[in-house]
């Protein structure tokens, strides 16, 4: 079994700065990718930031510049920096992780509990 576990998340004002953490734990081979999703009331769940091994990283359009991810592979956990926080950033935001639990070639994908980030104006 594989565990997601967030922190993090909380009540910041406008053009404040929170940052998420997500550690990975229980039987992983290799992780393939990390990253970040948010969902809003009433909205779908959308990409925030994604972070492939040896890959480049992905970003909504609407964090570009305001949003940073980043890895600590040694602990197979994931980062998201987030700067000059909107209203509209205002979600639960998942921690995502596409991985193996064995050599055979066979992804599977786990989220993490979720984390509140309000961002009052």
């Known amino acids: 079994q594989v565990q997601l576990v967030e922190s993090g998340g909380g009540l910041v004002q406008a053009g404040g700065s929170l940052r998420l953490s997500c550690g990975a734990s229980g039987s992983i081979f290799s992780i393939r990718t990390m990253g970040w999703y948010r969902q809003a009331p009433g909205k779908q769940r959308e990409l925030v930031a994604a972070l492939p091994s040896g890959g480049s990283t992905n970003y909504a359009d609407s964090v570009k510049g305001r949003f940073t991810v980043s890895r600590d592979n040694a602990k197979n956990t994931v980062y998201l920096q987030m700067n000059n926080l909107k209203p509209e950033d205002t979600a639960v935001y998942y921690c995502?992780?596409?991985?193996?639990?064995?050599?055979?070639?066979?992804?599977?994908?786990?989220w993490g509990q979720g984390t509140q980030v309000t961002v009052s104006s």
């Open positions: 995502n992780a596409v991985l193996r639990t064995s050599p055979l070639p066979y992804d599977y994908t786990y």
